[in-house]
Nanobody, 125 residues
Framework: VQLQASGGGLVQAGGSMRLSCVAS????????MGWFRQAPGMERDFVAS????????YYADSVKGRFTISRDNAKNTVYLQMNSLKPEDTAVYYC???????????????????WGQGTLVTVSS
């Protein structure tokens, strides 16, 4: 599967932004999907993941209550709604996919099989 992320840009602290990731192929609904981020000079971190049905979601503690992951299987798209953005949310955001059983939970442990190219989110103070 190929993943194309979009929606990044510059936003002021306290603002909102929605990222989208479109997947190629006809089996999107078979994949758990996730978002990760990598700040300059830092390792890549888990942000959020969602099961193939949308029934399971997981979030990093740093984004709980501010970010929401969702998916539309008819559009082969996963979203990340980001509210109350902080300067420390500045990073390149990557979407990822896995077909592993319990994939959404595994993604919270940094497991993924396919990665998108990343989209830069910059939050100014």
């Amino acid at each position: 599967v190929q993943l194309q992320a979009s929606g990044g840009g510059l936003v002021q602290a306290g603002g909102s932004m929605r990222l989208s990731c479109v997947a190629s192929g006809r089996t999107f609904s078979a994949y758990a999907m996730g978002w990760f981020r990598q700040a300059p000079g830092m390792e890549r971190d888990f942000v959020a993941s969602i099961s193939w049905s949308g029934g399971e979601v997981y979030y990093a503690d740093s984004v709980k209550g501010r970010f929401t992951i969702s998916r539309d299987n008819a559009k082969n798209t996963v979203y990340l709604q980001m509210n109350s953005l902080k300067p420390e949310d500045t990073a390149v955001y990557y979407c990822a996919a896995t077909k592993l059983p319990s994939g959404a939970r595994k993604m919270a442990r940094m497991v993924a099989d396919y990665w998108g190219q990343g989209t830069l989110v910059t939050v100014s103070s």
